[in-house]
């Protein structure tokens, strides 16, 4: 088995690769999702005992919580130590986060597998299929 981690910075078509691996039979573990799910759910308490007034209706509110934890680099680990949240939103949520994030050629650099998601899907689905030939015939590895 290998494991394939899918990255990029933000809106640049993460989502939408995972969806094509998965259409093509590859299991895929999506960190937003699990998170979107645990501030419906169980993470919501702690939440509110961290952050007071960041939640209603047993939902965490992710408008109030980033208030409350952008810019604060002690929120955001205190955060972080209850769950590992993707803030999304508005240009100032954004930009927050762009500034923290590795440079898109670092990522580059680092990566085994690039997929250029900006010459469309035919072409980003067409990538995802040579990923997936190339790992099948890579020699297996034990972990």
Not at 20 to 32: I, L, T
Not at 38 to 48: H, M, N, S
Not at 126 to 140: E, G
Request: proline share 3%; net charge positive; glycine share 8%.
């Amino acid at each position: 088995m290998f494991i394939l981690g899918l990255t990029g910075s933000i809106g640049m078509g993460k989502s939408t690769t995972a969806k094509m691996f998965a259409e093509a039979g590859v299991p895929v573990y999506d960190a937003d999702a699990a998170v979107h799910r645990l501030y419906e759910g169980e993470a919501t308490g702690a939440i509110e005992a961290a952050f007071p007034g960041t939640t209603a209706n047993g939902k965490v509110d992710r408008e109030k919580l980033a208030k409350s934890v952008l810019g604060d680099a002690a929120a955001i680990k205190r955060l972080e130590s209850i769950v590992h949240p993707l803030v999304h939103g508005a240009r100032q949520k954004f930009q927050a986060l762009l500034s923290k994030q590795m440079l898109d050629a670092e990522k580059r650099r680092r990566a085994d597998f690039i997929v250029d998601s900006s010459q469309g899907f035919d072409a980003a689905r067409a990538q995802v299929r040579d990923i997936l030939k190339s790992v099948a015939k890579m020699p297996k590895r034990q972990r």
